[in-house]
C-alpha cells in the first residue's frame, strides 16, 4: 500500500526533560546523553549533521561523524582543503546535530571551529584503517573528478608508492568545534516537547526552556 509522506508521524512518549534535572554544566549534560544513545545502541550513534555557512552567506549541511568531545569542545575530522574546509577557513562559525531517533532525543550544538594540533590530527589518523588512510590522499574532496577510476588508480598509485608506511597528508585532519550553544531536545506527546538550551554569557552557562 502506498503511503503518503504527509501521513508519515510518530507520537513521542518514551522519556521527559525537565530544567529541574538537567546539570549546570552542558558538556556533562551531553555526556549523560551520549552514554544512555551509545548504551541504546544506535547505529552511527556519532554521526552528526554539520553545518557551515559559504562565502555568500547561504548555509550547507553534511554528515560527519564525532571523534572526541571534552569541555574543550566537538571534534572532527576531513580534508582541509574540502567544500566544508573553505567554509571553516572563511566562516569558522558551524554547527552540529544530533538525531537519536531510538531515544527520541535531538543535540544541537553551536560554536566556532578552530583545527587540531598537528598531534591530535597524526594520532587520529595513525589509528586509522590503511584503507582510509589511503582514501585520505586519493580523494580531492568535493573537487570534480571525471570518473570513479581516477579515484581508484589514485588509491593504487599511493598505495604502490607508500606501501604500509601511510603519514597523514598536510590538508587531512581535525576540527575541535569549540560551543556557545546547546540544545536538548526531548520528543514528547502531542508535540509539546522539552527543549532546553544553554547559553554562554560572560563565561557562564544559563539554561532556558524553549517552546517546541
Ligand atoms: C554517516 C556519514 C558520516 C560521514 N563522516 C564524515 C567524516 O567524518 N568526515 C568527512 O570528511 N566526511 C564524512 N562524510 C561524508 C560527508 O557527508 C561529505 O560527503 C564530505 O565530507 C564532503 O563534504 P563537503 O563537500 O561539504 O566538504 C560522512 C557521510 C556520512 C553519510
Known amino acids: 500500500m502506498n503511503m503518503s509522506i504527509a501521513d508519515i508521524r510518530k507520537d513521542y512518549t518514551l522519556k521527559s526533560l525537565s530544567e529541574n534535572d538537567v546539570l ?10 551520549w552514554n544512555e ?14 553545518a557551515t555557512v559559504k562565502a555568500n552567506h547561504s548555509p550547507v549541511a553534511r554528515m560527519v561523524l564525532l571523534k572526541d568531545f571534552s569541555t574543550d569542545g566537538f571534534t572532527f575530522f576531513t580534508n582541509y582543503l574540502s567544500a566544508k574546509g573553505e567554509q571553516l ?13 531510538e531515544l527520541q532525543r535531538q543535540v544541537r550544538i553551536e560554536g566556532v571551529v578552530e583545527n587540531v594540533s598537528e598531534q591530535v590530527s597524526d594520532d587520529y589518523f595513525n589509528s586509522r584503517p590503511i584503507g582510509s588512510k589511503l582514501g585520505a590522499w586519493a580523494s580531492p574532496q ?7 577510476s581516477i579515484l581508484e588508480e589514485n588509491e593504487k598509485n599511493y598505495s604502490k608508492e607508500f606501501g604500509n608506511d601511510i603519514k597523514r597528508p598536510a590538508h587531512w585532519g581535525g576540527y575541535i568545534l569549540k560551543p556557545n550553544y546547546f540544545e536538548f531536545w526531548q ?26
Open 37 to 50: 544513545a551509545v548504551n541504546s545502541e544506535i547505529d552511527e550513534v556519532n554521526a552528526m549533521t554539520l
Open 89 to 101: 577557513f572563511t566562516n569558522p562559525n558551524a554547527a552540529i546535530c544530533f538525531f537519536w531517533k
Open 187 to 212: 520528543g514528547r506527546s502531542n508535540r509539546l516537547h522539552d527543549r532546553i538550551c544553554y547559553t554562554l554569557e560572560k563565561n557562564e552557562w544559563l539554561t532556558a526552556r524553549l517552546a517546541p
Open 142 to 148: 568535493s573537487k570534480v573528478v571525471a570518473s570513479r
Open 24 to 33: 549546570h554544566n552542558p558538556v556533562q549534560q551531553f555526556e549523560i546523553w
